[in-house]
């Protein structure tokens, strides 16, 4: 897997002391920054420290097997904005790199609140994830928005267990039971960060339910 991350942090070189300091506990195999340098920090076959507690389709020691790309952005905390061109540039070059090393598929190309919804938000909703697709990394899709009423928080039945499993069936650690609880909201958030980027609200609208379907395909085929 390949777990993408923004630093959160007021500027890159704080980010890279904090990566580098062994009290931090915290370290990524990459580092990209704003202009598009790259700093290697962890060679890709030794564990880095990104992921903390996390899930995707099964696997718990996310840790163990990905690479952690920490890309430098002040994040919601500090002032979120875009992701420059120099940067984007960069973190699509890795990737090919990267993936020329491992075998890493585009459904395992990934963001931090994709494997830790309910802890995390990064790399955050302005993250180009289409681009990256465009240049070959990761799944994107555009479908037609799905006829029928929104799901939402406190709904509960059919539709809601059949919602569920398709994001269970992606990969996300969600409850499969019936009820659109909170926790199945926190869910669908971070589903909307990485496919559905204008709206991230927690609502399974017509729009959010066909992308879900539209990347269950791709990642399928
Ligand atoms: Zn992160």
Redesign the pocket.
């Known amino acids: 897997m390949i777990?993408l991350?923004?630093t959160?942090m007021e500027g890159g070189p704080a980010a890279l002391q904090r990566l580098c300091d062994p009290a931090a506990k915290v370290s990524s195999h990459y580092l990209v920054e704003e202009d598009g340098r790259v700093f290697a920090l962890v060679p890709e076959e030794r564990r880095a420290w990104?992921?903390?507690v996390s899930f995707w389709a099964g696997e718990r020691d996310i840790n163990g097997l990905s690479i952690?790309v920490?890309i430098v952005n002040p994040g919601h905390e500090f002032g979120y904005r875009a992701f420059p061109e120099a940067q984007i540039a960069a973190v699509i070059a890795l990737l090919g790199d990267v993936r020329g090393r491992w075998t890493v598929p585009d459904a395992r190309i990934l963001?931090?609140?994709d494997v830790?919804p309910a802890r995390?938000t990064?790399?955050g909703e302005l993250f180009p994830w289409a681009r990256l697709a465009a240049a070959g990394h990761g799944l994107w899709a555009e479908p037609d928005p799905a006829p029928g009423p929104p799901l939402r928080e406190g709904d509960e039945g059919g539709p809601v267990l059949v919602f569920q499993a398709g994001l269970a069936r992606l990969g996300y650690d969600v409850p499969r039971s019936g009820l659109y609880d909170a926790d199945t909201a926190t869910v669908v958030r971070a589903f909307q960060r990485h496919w559905r980027q204008t709206r991230c609200d927690g609502v399974a609208d017509g729009e959010t339910r066909a992308r879900l379907m539209a990347i269950l395909r791709l990642a399928s085929a």
């Open positions: 777990v991350h923004y959160g990104h992921a903390g952690g920490e963001g931090h609140s830790a995390k990064d790399p």
